[in-house]
């Protein structure tokens, strides 16, 4: 499974970006997906996650604020990112569980400056 994660970039306080992460192969519907973020000096963390069923979590930095949707028309998952704050400002990463496996894309930087 290869995940290509894209959509980073700069923006503004408030403003809003859109990550997508495609996956090539034939578990995408069967995976569980996730967006984990690794700021500069932090540790590796999980924002959101869509479960094969469609169930959602989210860390608590980011609820009512980010959005985790996925097409399995697509085999593609998406991160809605609203009023975003400087505190957001990381590389972002796109990740795959299927059984005992995990596969992740290479990664997306996204910077919130003004």
């Known amino acids: 499974v290869q995940l290509q994660a894209s959509g980073g970039g700069l923006v503004q306080p408030g403003g809003s970006l859109r990550l997508s992460c495609a996956a090539s192969?034939?578990?995408?519907?069967?995976?569980?997906m996730g967006w984990y973020r690794q700021a500069p000096e932090k540790q590796r963390e999980l924002v959101a996650l869509i479960k094969r069923d469609g169930t959602t979590n989210y860390v608590d930095s980011v609820k009512g604020r980010f959005t985790i949707s996925r097409d399995n028309a697509k085999n593609t998952v998406y991160l809605q990112m609203n009023s975003l704050k400087p505190e957001d400002t990381a590389v972002y990463y796109c990740?795959?569980?299927?059984?005992?496996?995990?596969?992740w894309g290479q990664g997306t930087l996204v910077t919130v400056s003004s």
């Open positions: 192969g034939s578990i995408f519907r069967n995976s569980n």
């Open positions: 990740n795959a569980k299927y059984i005992l496996s995990d596969f």
